[in-house]
């Protein structure tokens, strides 16, 4: 069992910037590690997603403005978000995956509110 804590959500203007963290409680080195956004009434979208050792990959609504990263010595993964929308409001969850053996992992956070209003 692999727990994952998000932190980093707030409120920020549009045009601004936040870095959300999610931290493992063990290793993710084997983990696909993934960050997903839901807004009230709609349903939890993929945001962003780093294999490993792999190259990351965005929704077309985030590319070039957020980076997904992983620092599996610390077992943390990173949503670094430059230039806000209001439209990125939301409740930000961390996932881990992985298949070992033909078991399919899957892990959630519990979530963090991220606020894009001037």
């Known amino acids: 069992q692999v727990q994952l804590r998000e932190s980093g959500g707030d409120t920020a203007q549009p045009g601004g910037s936040l870095t959300l963290s999610c931290a493992a409680t063990k290793k993710i080195d084997i983990y696909k590690m993934s960050w997903y956004r839901q807004a009230p009434g709609n349903q939890r979208d993929l945001v962003a997603t780093?294999?490993?050792?792999?190259?990351?990959d965005y929704a077309d609504s985030v590319r070039g403005r957020f980076t997904i990263s992983r620092d599996d010595a610390r077992n943390t993964v990173y949503l670094q978000m430059n230039n806000l929308k209001p439209e990125d409001t939301a409740v930000y969850f961390c996932n881990a995956k992985a298949t070992i053996l033909r078991l399919n992992l899957d892990y959630w956070g519990q979530g963090t509110q991220v606020t894009v209003s001037s």
């Open positions: 780093i294999p490993s050792g792999g190259m990351p």
